[in-house]
Nanobody, 124 residues
Framework: QVQVVESGGGLVQAGGSLRLSCTAS????????MGWFRQAPGREREGVSC?????????TYADSVKGRFTISRDNAKNTLYLQMNGLKPEDTATYYC????????????????WGQGTQVTVSS
């Protein structure tokens, strides 16, 4: 049984930092592309950042987070990270970790194993 569990969310002031972690079990972690997505109230889920399987040599970021967020993975620990610096109120959302069952950085429910989400709130 696949389990994906996020942690590290919280309340932070604008300009602050948070590091999200995601641990996946029940799958061969290093063989999966992984990604972070977020969803704010009343808005569609959007891709934040994705990283390729194995060495993670391919990385993509949403334009809105480029230069502020950094994705990384530790295959030995079956863990994905998202370092978020320079947080802005518009980054407020529930952040989800996903292990791709198919494709690259897909927002589709069917294409991923999803975590339950962790809330990030940035105050102005």
């Amino acid at each position: 049984q696949v389990q994906v569990v996020e942690s590290g969310g919280g309340l932070v002031q604008a300009g602050g930092s948070l590091r999200l972690s995601c641990t996946a079990s029940g799958l061969t972690f290093h063989t999966y592309h992984m990604g972070w997505f977020r969803q704010a109230p009343g808005r569609e889920r959007e891709g934040v950042s994705c990283i390729s399987s194995y060495s993670g040599s391919r990385i993509t970021y949403a334009d809105s987070v480029k230069g502020r967020f950094t994705i990384s993975r530790d295959n030995a620990k079956n863990t994905l990270y998202l370092q978020m610096n320079g947080l802005k109120p518009e980054d407020t959302a529930t952040y989800y970790c996903a292990a791709a069952r198919g494709g690259w950085c897909s927002r589709s429910n069917e294409d991923n194993y999803w975590g339950q989400g962790t809330q990030v709130t940035v105050s102005s």
